[in-house]
T-cell receptor, first 112, second 114 residues
């Protein structure tokens, strides 16, 4: 079965610093989507960034960027200039058939 | 901006009671989902729904669960006889087109079974 693995249950970063959240996945597909979702204390799942596997260029959304290594099946999220509002659970996810499957999440703490 | 809306935001029920969680997906979306998140744990797929029928369901989605879209707008999840372990956050989500990749989530319905 395809899986999404996040090996860091929790991480902390000083405000204004940069942090990288790790994610690996397993798939036999050549074309797929990868995602990072943010779940703040309000509990709603919010899409942070999306990467299409056939695109070699790493996706970027303002302070959020990814390092997509297709051969290594690695998809890390870098948050630059961390802000207090970035504190949340972050879920790495991948599409499979007509649904999305999630990793177990990484809880990110922002230290003032 | 269009959004997925869910009601109720929180429901407390006694074990063995029936619960219906409601969702209004984004109006032009075609694929609908229920996910479950037990407190502090991962978000788990329950069921997907397309063209008025279930397209896939997980092993969690047993005979106690059912979904329907009775009126073309609401998308409901029914739990017939709730168990303590059904206590969780239930998220409704929808896709417009599968190949765009983005799944739009509602704010979730917290179910507490006593």
């Amino acid at each position: 079965a395809q899986t999404v693995t996040q090996s860091q249950p929790e991480m902390s970063v000083q405000e204004a610093e940069t942090v990288t959240l790790s994610c690996t996945y397993d798939t036999s597909e050549s074309d797929y989507y990868l995602f990072w979702y943010k779940q703040p204390p309000s509990r709603q799942m919010i899409l942070v960034i999306r990467q299409e596997a056939y695109k070699q260029q790493n996706a970027t959304e303002n302070r959020f960027s990814v390092n997509f290594q297709k051969a290594a099946k690695s998809f890390s999220l870098k948050i630059s200039d961390s802000q207090l509002g970035d504190a949340a659970m972050y879920f790495c996810a991948k599409n499979r058939d007509d649904k999305i499957i999630f990793g177990k999440g990484t809880r990110l703490h922002i230290l003032p | 901006e269009p959004e997925v809306t869910q009601t109720p935001s929180h429901q407390v029920t006694q074990m063995g009671q029936e619960v219906i969680l409601r969702c209004v997906p984004i109006s032009n979306h075609l694929y609908f989902y229920w996910y479950r998140q037990i407190l502090g744990q991962k978000v788990e797929f329950l069921v997907s729904f397309y063209n008025n029928e279930i397209s896939e369901k997980s092993e969690i989605f047993d005979d106690q669960f059912s979904v329907e879209r009775p009126d073309g707008s609401n998308f409901t999840l029914k739990i017939r006889s709730t168990k303590l372990e059904d206590s969780a956050m239930y998220f409704c989500a929808s896709f417009g087109q599968l190949n765009t990749g983005e799944l739009f989530f509602g704010e979730g319905s917290r179910l507490t079974v006593l």
